[in-house]
């Protein structure tokens, strides 16, 4: 489904954003709607994609645990394969093609875990643009492998000490840079969230997946999945997965949002679950927020879904019934890696790790005719300190 005129998905989406930034937004929603339809700039998209990407990424059919869990057929999306090691760079690569179309010199981004900054850092040296990329202290001393492979592709990365030192407030400060120097400067939002046009953006962006998935599957099973599982953090992965599927009924969708301690303990990022509707970072969704509209400390034991918003076009799904979310928790997400990694040898990464514990968990609940998409979103060697530590 496309939003409305306004960018919004049905209550959810629109623009909060300070005046300063509206000149801005217009040109980027001008260029945008005028570059999706320009076949030029779709085949210079494609060509990278391809080739420097690695596009298209495999669907692999889990034989091994599909029959572990005796349950339906899964197949495996692998954004894993893609450079840089996650879906991340087909939304960059598309961001800062653009930035290089409208005429800007500076890319800016924000990071939490280092994923999105590092897609970033590596499409601003593709495309020969200045980049930097806000990160709060916390998630610069925990990812540090990260820090150093921005630093590698000539990024400067900004170290932010507001507030918790996490993505939110690197998000904030980034927000302030772009309303600074917005002349000059594109600023680079990493997953389907922010004002409005870059929820649409980003998941048309990522849609490459479901398009993909939808043209694989047909051929090898002359048919579409009964159901897709993805993650959900900002939920780019998962709209990139779904939206292809919109239309097709019986697909049913299935987000997994990460349950951290457990949804009655403060410490999870269960937007979705156990949020209720706000605005953050431009838009109006569900947010994690106390009874005075405070933004909430969130956890998860993976850094790319510890984030207490989620993209509006994920909000009209679950109001509308459209797709299920549910969370697994840390604990369960821990065990669906050591064992996914030993019986398919794929290490995952812990967020697309939460797909694979929810398969594991609700096996019984399809039937063995079923046939499911899970979207593996990245890969896992950048989190072994951290599996290591919760050990
Ligand atoms: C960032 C990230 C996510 C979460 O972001 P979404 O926008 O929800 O997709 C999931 N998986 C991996 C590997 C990531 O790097």
Known sequence: MNPNKKGYFGKFGGRFVPETLMNAIEELTDTYFRMRKDKKFNQKLSGYLKDFVGRPTPLYFAQNFTNLLKGPKIYFKREDLCHTGSHKINNTIGQVLLAKE????????????????????????????????????????????????????????????????????????????????????????????????????????????????????????????????????????????????????????????????????????????????????????????????????????????????VGPEHSFYKESGRAQYVSVTDKEVLKAFHLFSEIEGIIPALESTHAIAYMMKNAKKFKKSDVVVVGLSGRGDKDSGIVEENE
């Open 102 to 309: 409208i005429g800007k010199t500076r890319i800016i981004a924000e990071t939490g875990a280092g994923q999105h900054g590092v897609a970033t850092a590596t499409a601003a040296a593709l495309f020969g643009l200045k980049c930097e990329v806000y990160m709060g202290e916390e998630d610069i001393k925990r990812q540090s492998v990260n820090v150093e492979r921005m630093k590698l592709l000539g990024t400067k990365v900004v170290p932010v000490s507001s507030g918790t030192k996490t993505l939110k407030d690197a998000i904030n400060e980034a927000m302030r840079d772009w309303v600074a120097n917005v002349e000059d400067t594109f600023y680079v939002i990493g997953s389907a969230i922010g004002p409005h046009p870059y929820p649409l953006m980003v998941r048309n962006f990522q849609s490459v997946i479901g398009k993909e998935v939808r043209k694989q599957l047909l051929s090898v099973e002359g048919r579409l999945p009964d159901c897709l599982v993805a993650c959900v953090g900002g939920g780019s992965n998962s709209i990139g997965l779904f939206s292809t599927f919109y239309n097709d009924k019986k697909v049913k969708f299935i987000g997994v949002e990460a349950g951290g301690f457990g949804l009655n303990t403060p410490k999870h990022s269960s937007t979705l679950g156990a949020g209720s509707v706000g605005i953050l970072h431009g838009t109006k969704t569900y947010i994690l927020q106390d009874k005075h509209g405070q933004i909430l400390p969130t956890h998860s034991i993976s850094a790319g879904l510890d984030y207490p918003g």
